[in-house]
């Protein structure tokens, strides 16, 4: 079975500092990673997904094998980027829906 | 404005009451979903779409029904079956059913009186 596992609840840090959010996950075959962010106020929304290799707003986030994780991280945190993340994982390459397992979510503070 | 409509934003159920969710979108999505978000839990499917007038039991499933009469609406009853009914409700939808960019409602909050 699939499972994702953010074991901060809560992540404080100052304006300018470095900012990681772990996730771990528990899947045999080759999965396929997302994170979705929540903006106050705002609707959850994907920030981004391992395959693109992409930055979003400075986010990056890589894909660890061999330790099972997809670790989300920003050099300097800014604060707008204060939100709820989730990190899900798909055991298909096309990953609708149904098939997202989600993390229990991370909450991010950023102080100025 | 386009996106997906959640009403209403609060819910309140009394005991033994059967309570329907709305999920509206005008996005011309084929599939869409209900997920339930209890705190420190994430998000747990209960049921999905794929295209209208089918719709397919999701991990916790029970206590709910689902119909998908129409592409643009997907509601959702929280029947009296469901002996924890509260929770934070969102639904959401993706262009096609293999398509991994999920767009969400604002969500409705229910309550057990």
């Known amino acids: 079975a699939q499972r994702v596992t953010q074991p901060e609840k809560l992540l404080s840090v100052f304006k300018g500092a470095p900012v990681e959010l772990k996730c771990n996950y528990s899947?045999?075959?080759?999965?396929?990673l997302f994170w979705y962010v929540q903006y106050s106020r705002q609707r959850l929304q994907l920030l981004l997904r391992h395959i693109s290799r992409e930055s979003i707003k400075g986010f990056t986030a890589d894909l660890n094998k061999g330790e099972t994780s997809f670790h989300l991280k920003k050099p300097f945190a800014q604060e707008e980027d204060s939100a709820m993340y989730y990190c899900a994982l798909s055991a298909s390459i096309k990953a609708a829906g149904n098939k997202l397992t989600f993390g229990g979510g991370t909450r991010v503070l950023v102080k100025p | 404005d386009g996106g997906i409509t959640q009403s209403p934003k609060y819910l309140f159920r009394k005991e033994g009451q059967n309570v329907t969710l709305s999920c509206e979108q005008n996005l011309n999505h084929d599939a869409m979903y209900w997920y339930r978000q209890d705190p420190g839990q994430g998000l747990r499917l209960i049921y999905y779409s794929q295209i209208v007038n089918d719709f397919q039991k999701g991990d916790i499933a029970e206590g709910y029904s689902v119909s998908r009469e129409k592409k643009e609406s997907f509601p959702l009853t929280v029947t009296s079956a469901q002996k924890n009914p509260t929770a934070f409700y969102l639904c959401?939808?993706?262009?096609?059913?293999?398509?991994?960019?999920?767009?969400f409602g604002s969500g409705t909050q229910l309550s057990v009186l």
């Open positions: 959401a939808s993706s262009l096609t059913a293999t398509n991994e960019k999920l767009f």
């Open positions: 899947y045999s075959g080759s999965p396929e």
